[in-house]
């Protein structure tokens, strides 16, 4: 068996068992000191049990180590074979901070998902095993002791070691796998082309593709609830970090058999009087095109309003009128019945992928790398 520990006599201890049969590496965090009758003191000890795969398991009792320092091997083989010696428990100490931080017995039983009995119960064992009052009790109300707050600080070290242990496995765990946040039109037009050759290239990913409209989508990667994001949506948030992917220009999407569509170029004449699809009014665009059309004094027949770009070319191919869209990326896949004639005044698209501005997680910078290889070539667009 072999030991590791850090420099300060509160350092955890690593416990590596010998033996092709051991349960893994042993984690003993000694987290506390305890005065016992008779000048005597206990040091406790936490044990968690880290099997092949990295999971974490926290044996039901801390180890007491009565007048002794955690330094040697000898120690640490003691302790490793007194997992069912009787001493603190986690749950206790979750109990005692619990209740600390609620300042009722019964919000504390809540937070935890027990019983307030439950609680009342593991404050009184603490307190015993302790030999210490932690808690003045008035009623309905319970406050911490000065020992108590006292002790509460002492077992920190226990609460602040499980976070860096859980964050390093939730790390190990999300490392591969990618949160993409996309609004349909991108989602289902260009993401679905983009996934299964990136996940070919990187076996071991996994790719979870949340579809949602775009202040969604930028809510979700700010608030980190997604790892990366993609809009051609005007954007100006602090929260992100932009990465520029494909410009393009606002294109009509047209009915093969219309008459515009043997023009080159649409200006707002030609739409005078068109029955017209537009875009909902909670889109920048659609003001966009609103004051092209106003300064010119030209009305459009609206029959249809929605919120993506593929809808307004699928309502355009069954006949129901013209429509402006951001040609990609619904133009690469094919779209029979429909197309695409450039539109004038120029109104610009900027298609960027985001990350939360705090990190970047090497997962999705992969994925913008494989993007800008991978995106098909189109008519309509290039690269910002």
């Known amino acids: 068996m072999q030991t590791s520990s850090g420099n300060s006599p509160l350092d955890p201890l690593w416990i590596f068992p010998d033996g092709a049969g051991s349960s893994g590496p042993r984690l003993l965090v000694p987290c506390l000191e305890v005065d016992r009758p008779g000048g005597l003191w206990e040091r406790l000890l936490c044990v968690y049990i880290i099997d092949k795969r990295k999971t974490i398991t926290q044996t039901?009792?801390?180890?007491?180590?009565?007048?002794?320092?955690?330094?040697?091997?000898?120690?640490?083989?003691?302790?490793?074979?007194?997992?069912?010696?009787?001493?603190?428990?986690?749950?206790?100490?979750?109990?005692?901070?619990?209740v600390i931080s609620e300042g009722k017995t019964t919000a504390a039983a809540h937070r935890l998902g027990i019983s307030q009995p439950a609680v009342s119960r593991a404050i009184a064992q603490l307190e015993a095993r302790?030999?210490?009052?932690?808690?003045?009790?008035?009623?309905?109300?319970?406050?911490?002791?000065?020992?108590?707050?006292?002790?509460?600080?002492?077992?920190?070290?226990?609460?602040?070691?499980?976070?860096?242990?859980?964050?390093?496995?939730?790390?190990?765990?999300?490392?591969?796998?990618?949160?993409?946040?996309a609004p349909p039109t991108l989602?289902?037009?260009?993401?679905?082309?983009?996934?299964?050759?990136?996940?070919?290239?990187n076996p071991e990913a996994s790719v979870h593709l949340e579809i949602g409209m775009s202040t969604n989508v930028t809510a979700a990667v700010a608030d980190e609830n997604a790892d990366l994001g993609i809009s051609d949506g005007r954007m100006r948030h602090d929260g992100l970090k932009m990465y520029p992917f494909r410009q393009a220009i606002a294109h009509a999407a047209i009915p093969v058999d219309h008459r515009l569509a043997q023009r080159d170029e649409i200006v707002p004449e030609d739409l005078a009087g068109e029955s017209?699809?537009?875009?909902?009014?909670?889109?920048?665009?659609?003001?966009?095109?609103?004051?092209?059309?106003?300064?010119?004094?030209?009305?459009?027949?609206?029959?249809?309003?929605?919120?993506?770009?593929?809808?307004?070319?699928?309502?355009?191919?069954?006949?129901?009128?013209?429509?402006?869209?951001?040609?990609f990326p619904v133009s690469l896949r094919p779209l029979e019945g429909v197309v695409f004639r450039r539109f004038s005044p120029r109104v610009d698209y900027l298609t960027q992928f985001f990350v939360p501005a705090g990190r970047v997680s090497p997962i999705a910078q992969r994925f913008i790398e494989h993007a800008r290889r991978a995106v098909p070539v189109d008519a309509y667009s290039h690269p910002a």
């Open 276 to 327: 017209f699809i537009a875009l909902t009014r909670r889109f920048h665009q659609r003001n966009v095109y609103d004051r092209i059309f106003a300064e010119r004094g030209i009305e459009r027949k609206i029959r249809a309003e929605t919120a993506t770009s593929i809808a307004i070319c699928e309502l355009v191919r069954e006949g129901m009128g013209i429509g402006l869209v951001n040609p």
């Open 187 to 201: 989602a289902h037009r260009l993401m679905t082309r983009l996934i299964p050759g990136f996940l070919k290239e």
């Open 60 to 98: 039901h009792n801390a180890i007491p180590m009565a007048n002794t320092e955690v330094t040697d091997e000898a120690p640490a083989r003691q302790a490793a074979n007194s997992l069912n010696r009787s001493g603190l428990t986690l749950r206790e100490l979750e109990v005692l901070r619990a």
């Open 130 to 181: 302790l030999n210490r009052q932690l808690f003045h009790r008035n009623g309905n109300k319970i406050l911490p002791t000065s020992e108590g707050l006292a002790f509460n600080e002492q077992i920190e070290p226990i609460f602040a070691t499980l976070a860096r242990l859980n964050a390093a496995e939730t790390e190990d765990l999300n490392a591969q796998r990618l949160r993409i946040a």
